[in-house]
């Protein structure tokens, strides 16, 4: 327990440098209303929560199983189950379910909809909203 705790509080730190290196460089590319703090902490908490797989995988497995596992969980829980391609509204209700659980489509979900708390008007809200899998309903 103490190795996990010590190299989680480290990863951090390592984290948290990451990201802001990352998202400085992104942050200037893509049209945004939300600030760079925000985008920080959402980046923040999804290489928190991939970190964290990653040593828990190689704590459970050995060496050489440990290295493919750790790739291919997040890759997976991550990418393919985020919510984005596949589009949530094209899943089965057993995948979007299993989907409910990847750290990449609540991170995804969360900048999108501040987005559109603090005024996404060059598209169409409804529009983008439905593309997505969702009803406009259910965000208000």
């Not at 990451?18 to 945004?32: C, D, I, P, R, W």
């Not at 050489?64 to 094209?90: I, K």
């Amino acid at each position: 327990w103490a190795y996990f705790a010590s190299k989680t509080a480290l990863s951090l730190f390592d984290n948290a440098w990451q990201t802001a290196m990352f998202l400085g460089t992104y942050y200037n590319f893509v049209y945004h209303n939300v600030d760079f703090l925000w985008y920080w902490w959402a980046l923040n908490v999804v290489a928190f929560a991939t970190s964290g797989i990653g040593v828990c995988m190689s704590v459970i497995f050995d060496h050489t199983n440990a290295l493919l596992s750790s790739v291919v969980l997040p890759l997976v829980a991550g990418v393919f189950l985020g919510g984005m391609a596949p589009r949530l509204s094209e899943m089965s209700e057993a995948v979007k379910t299993i989907s409910s659980l990847s750290f990449t489509r609540w991170s995804s979900e969360a900048l999108t909809l501040k987005e559109i708390e603090i005024g996404f008007h060059d598209y169409q809200i409804e529009i983008l909203l439905e593309e997505a899998g969702y009803k406009e309903d259910n965000v208000k």
